[in-house]
C-alpha cells in the first residue's frame, strides 16, 4: 500500500456510522493513517471507540462524541420505513458540525435490470425493487441534505470472513444457473481502498458526488462457485436451472436474481485513477482462500 500521504492523519477525526462488515475494515485501515475513528454500533461494546446509535431507539449518541469531526461515513442501510437512519436522527447536528467530507454507501441496485448491459453514475437511476426506490430516495436526501457528500454505490461485496468460501463450508450454497445471468461484485478492501484514494487526491482530483466502486468483470455465479470448489480441491455438486429452484429461493434471493448489470468503473479507475486492488473475482477470492 501507498504510504500515507499527509492529506489524512492525526488531525482528522472519522466517524463511522454502521460499523458492520465494510464499515470495520474501512476504520481499521484508516487508523493507520492516524486518524481518530469513532464506530457505531446498534448494541453496547468494550471498545472504548465503539458508541451506541440505533435509529430505532431514542438514545442520541452524546454530543462530545462529535467534537472536532472532520469525516462522516455512513455505512448503514435504510430502514424499516426506507428513510435514511443517520439523517433522520442527527441530520440537525450533523449541519453544524465543520465537517470536510462525508461518505454514503449505496447500492448498484438503484440501476435496476438492464439485461446484462453496462450501467454507469451519468445513466439514470431505474429501481426496480422496493428497497432500491428507498436507497435512491436516500441518496436523494443525502445530496439534499447540504452535507459535502459524496455517494458510493457498490455491486455485492466480499472479502476475508464473507465470501462464497464461507458459504461453501457452511453449506450455504446452492448451485444455479440461469443463462446469460451476471452480477458485479467488489472487494471490501477496494471500497476502502478507493475511498482513502480519492481523500488523499481530493485538492487534484475533480469532485464527483456519485462514483461506482466494482471491480472490471462481472461474472457469472455459477463460475465463482466453481472457482473455490477448484480451490477447495471439492466437487462442485451439480446446478439447478433458475427455473427449477426458484421457488425454494427466499424472496430476497429470488430478487438479487431478477436483476443482470455489469456496473461500469471507468469513472474510478480511467477518468480519476484510482488503481484496484482485485481486479476481478479470482484475486479477490485467492486472498480470501490465503486468509482462510
Ligand atoms: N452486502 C452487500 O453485498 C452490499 C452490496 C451493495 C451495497 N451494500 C450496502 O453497503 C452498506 C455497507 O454494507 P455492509 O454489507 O458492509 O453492511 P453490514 O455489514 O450489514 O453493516 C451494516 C451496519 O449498519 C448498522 N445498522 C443497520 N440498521 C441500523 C439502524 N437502524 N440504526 C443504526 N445502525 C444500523 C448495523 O449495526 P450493527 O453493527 O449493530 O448490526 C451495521 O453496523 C450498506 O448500506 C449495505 O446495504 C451492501
Not at 156 to 175: F, L, M, W
Not at 214 to 232: F, H, K, N, R, T
Amino acid at each position: 500500500m501507498k504510504k500515507p500521504a499527509s492529506l489524512l492523519g492525526n488531525k482528522n477525526k472519522f466517524i463511522i456510522f454502521g460499523c458492520g462488515f465494510s464499515g470495520s475494515f474501512f476504520a481499521e485501515t484508516i487508523r493507520k493513517f492516524g486518524c481518530t475513528v469513532l464506530t457505531s454500533s446498534r448494541s453496547t461494546s468494550k471498545d472504548p471507540n465503539s458508541f451506541v446509535f440505533n435509529s430505532e431507539d431514542s438514545i442520541v449518541p452524546d454530543k462530545k462524541i462529535f467534537d472536532g469531526v472532520t469525516h462522516i461515513l455512513s455505512c448503514i442501510p435504510p430502514d424499516k420505513d426506507g428513510n435514511d437512519p443517520v439523517l433522520e436522527k442527527l441530520h440537525g447536528k450533523l449541519k453544524d458540525l465543520s465537517l470536510e467530507w462525508v461518505g454514503y454507501l449505496s447500492t448498484t441496485g438503484v440501476y435496476g435490470n438492464t439485461e446484462g448491459g453496462w450501467v454507469a453514475e451519468t445513466d439514470q437511476p431505474n429501481p426496480f425493487q422496493k428497497r432500491s426506490h428507498n436507497r435512491l430516495n436516500c441518496e436523494n436526501k443525502w445530496i439534499e441534505s447540504s452535507l459535502p457528500v459524496q455517494i458510493f454505490r457498490l455491486p455485492g461485496i466480499y472479502g476475508p470472513g464473507r465470501s462464497t468460501y464461507e458459504a461453501i463450508k457452511n453449506q450455504k450454497i446452492k448451485v444455479i444457473l440461469k443463462k446469460d445471468q451476471v452480477f458485479s461484485r467488489v472487494h471490501v478492501a477496494d471500497i476502502t481502498h478507493a475511498i482513502i484514494y480519492l481523500l488523499q487526491n481530493k485538492d487534484s482530483l475533480k469532485f464527483h458526488q456519485i462514483i461506482n466502486i466494482a471491480d472490471d468483470e462481472p461474472s457469472s455465479q455459477i463460475e465463482v462457485i466453481q472457482y473455490c470448489y477448484d480451490q477447495l480441491g471439492l466437487k462442485m455438486p451439480n446446478p439447478i436451472l433458475f427455473e427449477d429452484a426458484k421457488n425454494e429461493l427466499s424472496p430476497i434471493a429470488q430478487s438479487f436474481w431478477m436483476e443482470n448489470r455489469r456496473v461500469s468503473n471507468k469513472l474510478l479507475c480511467e477518468k480519476l485513477g484510482y488503481k484496484l486492488i482485485y481486479k476481478n473475482y479470482k484475486l479477490g477470492l485467492k486472498s480470501c482462500f490465503l486468509n482462510n
